[in-house]
């Protein structure tokens, strides 16, 4: 079995004889897809590569802060484009990432290397660096560098802080780990940017968002049975306020109800799909949310699904579209 280190050896020689590279983060991007292709990016920026980095979804505002956030973008011509290399960053599987029907169009050969850490994840590429027992990709992102001893500079330092404290909560959720934390210790010495970080990640609901939170906060419901606290979100609720304003909220919930095992937070999105958010102590959810399409870590996951949630006297539901 070929060890994490000869794959990232494997990685760095791929990286080192490329001369175009794409890079892909996953549709409705994270802090983490983000902070670590980004990350990359700047890295290979450094190094006069010729780069092109891709997400479906355009990154949304609170990730602002990161260095060269603008260069990605959404548009699907670029895999019409000939690479050398094509880099994926924290995706189970193409279809999640949003690109399964793109990637066919890359003129053949190129290398193809998958980078996450979710334990779902379908090993779908040339090259499969999925650490299981990381925090987040930025974390595998980290390793990497350490395994190469590449130069941490601030732009690539804030990228993979950004994805370390997003995706373990800012170090209170189970994803949290010695590495992680000695990792970001080592970040904040290269220079990373904490409290940009925490300004626009933590520190940046508005009024309009508390009151939309609030309003969540009132439909908690828990089921006694599976020990389960569940809420959720109306596009409607959102009053024209992106999306985005709600996340993080099964993060929140699962820091703050003490003593129930599982939240679920259901957020329907008004396009006949509803996105749903697992959190739980002790329970395996990646199972669950695999069975519903999705996928993620056993304690932390999530999945899409097709209806809409409908309220009622005796309740809400989902009625199927």
Same mark, same amino acid.
């Given at each position: 079995?070929?060890?994490? =280190?000869?794959?990232?050896?494997?990685?760095?020689?791929?990286?080192? /004889? $490329?001369?175009?590279?794409?890079? *892909?983060?996953?549709?409705?991007?994270?802090?983490?897809?983000?902070?670590?292709?980004?990350?990359?990016?700047?890295?290979?920026?450094?190094?006069? &590569?010729?780069?092109?980095?891709?997400?479906?979804?355009?990154?949304?505002?609170?990730?602002?802060?990161?260095?060269? %956030?603008?260069?990605?973008?959404?548009?699907?011509?670029?895999?019409?484009?000939?690479?050398?290399?094509?880099?994926?960053?924290?995706?189970?599987?193409?279809?999640?990432?949003? *690109?399964?029907?793109?990637?066919?169009?890359?003129?053949?050969?190129?290398?193809?290397?998958?980078?996450?850490?979710?334990?779902?994840?379908?090993?779908?590429?040339?090259?499969?660096? *999925?650490?299981?027992?990381?925090?987040?990709?930025?974390?595998? %992102?980290?390793?990497?560098?350490?395994?190469?001893? %590449?130069?941490?500079?601030? /732009?690539?330092?804030?990228?993979? +802080?950004?994805? +370390?404290?997003?995706?373990?909560?800012?170090?209170?959720?189970? =994803?949290?780990?010695?590495?992680?934390?000695?990792?970001?210790?080592?970040?904040?010495?290269?220079?990373?940017?904490?409290?940009?970080?925490?300004?626009?990640?933590?520190?940046?609901?508005?009024?309009?968002?508390?009151?939309?939170?609030?309003?969540?906060?009132?439909?908690?419901?828990?089921?006694?049975?599976?020990?389960?606290?569940?809420?959720? %979100? +109306? /596009?409607?609720?959102?009053?024209?306020?992106?999306?985005?304003?709600?996340?993080?909220?099964?993060?929140?919930?699962? $820091?703050?109800?003490?003593?129930?095992?599982?939240?679920?937070?259901?957020?329907?999105?008004?396009?006949?799909?509803?996105?749903?958010?697992?959190?739980?102590?002790?329970?395996?959810?990646? &199972?669950?949310?695999? +069975?519903?399409?999705?996928?993620?870590?056993?304690?932390?996951?999530?999945?899409?699904?097709?209806?809409?949630?409908?309220?009622?006297?005796?309740? $809400?539901?989902?009625?199927?579209?």
């Amino acid at each position: 079995m070929t060890s994490p =280190a000869q794959l990232f050896g494997q990685v760095h020689e791929e990286i080192r /004889k $490329a001369d175009r590279i794409l890079l *892909v983060a996953h549709k409705k991007p994270d802090g983490d897809t983000l902070g670590s292709s980004s990350s990359v990016l700047n890295w290979l920026l450094r190094e006069q &590569k010729d780069v092109t980095v891709f997400c479906l979804d355009v990154p949304p505002p609170t990730f602002r802060y990161i260095d060269n %956030i603008h260069r990605y973008t959404n548009d699907p011509a670029v895999f019409e484009k000939p690479y050398d290399l094509v880099l994926i960053f924290d995706s189970g599987d193409l279809r999640y990432c949003g *690109v399964d029907q793109f990637v066919p169009n890359i003129p053949k050969p190129y290398t193809m290397v998958n980078f996450d850490h979710h334990v779902t994840n379908e090993h779908y590429a040339d090259i499969n660096i *999925v650490l299981t027992d990381a925090s987040s990709t930025a974390e595998v %992102i980290f390793r990497l560098y350490e395994e190469g001893n %590449i130069f941490l500079d601030p /732009k690539m330092a804030t990228s993979l +802080l950004t994805g +370390l404290l997003t995706d373990t909560s800012n170090f209170s959720n189970a =994803a949290t780990n010695v590495k992680s934390m000695e990792a970001a210790g080592k970040l904040l010495a290269a220079g990373a940017r904490h409290q940009d970080i925490l300004k626009h990640t933590l520190h940046d609901k508005s009024i309009e968002a508390l009151k939309i939170w609030g309003l969540m906060l009132s439909r908690l419901h828990y089921n006694e049975k599976y020990d389960v606290v569940s809420t959720y %979100i +109306l /596009k409607n609720d959102l009053g024209g306020q992106p999306k985005e304003i709600v996340e993080g909220a099964s993060n929140f919930l699962n $820091a703050v109800t003490g003593g129930t095992d599982t939240i679920l937070v259901l957020h329907d999105l008004g396009n006949g799909t509803i996105k749903g958010s697992f959190r739980s102590v002790n329970r395996d959810i990646s &199972k669950v949310a695999k +069975l519903l399409g999705g996928g993620g870590h056993k304690k932390a996951a999530g999945f899409t699904v097709a209806g809409r949630i409908e309220e009622t006297n005796e309740g $809400a539901r989902i009625v199927s579209v």
